[in-house]
């Protein structure tokens, strides 16, 4: 069965960072392109970074933009989310996403989230 678990969230300082990882099963991971999305409290959910496959080309929200990279482990099925410069703006409740095509459809796959909260 498909499983996404994200780690690594927690408390930090403004200007501070977090490495945040997401570990894959049940699908075949280095075929699917992978997103991290995160929601704010009382705000919707929004896509913050995408990593492709095949090729691993990348894209941000503009929110992120040379603050955050994503980049995946194919031998290792993970998915990192590196965020630097971190503002009281990215807290929020961050997760992992899959979309995996089946029977000519897709489905979204979700991990249970992990909080992050800047605040000095």
């Known amino acids: 069965q498909v499983q996404l678990v994200e780690s690594g969230g927690g408390l930090v300082q403004p200007g501070g960072s977090l490495r945040l990882s997401c570990l894959a099963s049940?699908?075949?991971?280095?075929?699917?392109?992978m997103r991290w999305y995160r929601q704010p409290p009382g705000k919707e959910r929004e896509s913050v970074a995408v990593?492709?496959?095949?090729?691993?080309?990348?894209d941000y929200a503009d929110s992120v933009k040379g603050r955050f990279t994503i980049s995946r482990d194919n031998r290792k099925n993970i998915l990192c989310l590196q965020m630097n410069s971190l503002e009281p703006e990215d807290t929020a409740v961050y997760y992992c996403?899959?979309?995996?095509?089946?029977?000519?459809?897709?489905?979204?796959?979700w991990g249970r989230g992990t909080q992050v909260t800047v605040s000095s």
């Open positions: 990593i492709r496959a095949p090729g691993d080309s990348t």
């Open positions: 049940g699908f075949a991971f280095s075929m699917t392109s």
């Open positions: 996403n899959a979309q995996i095509w089946r029977n000519g459809a897709p489905l979204d796959y």
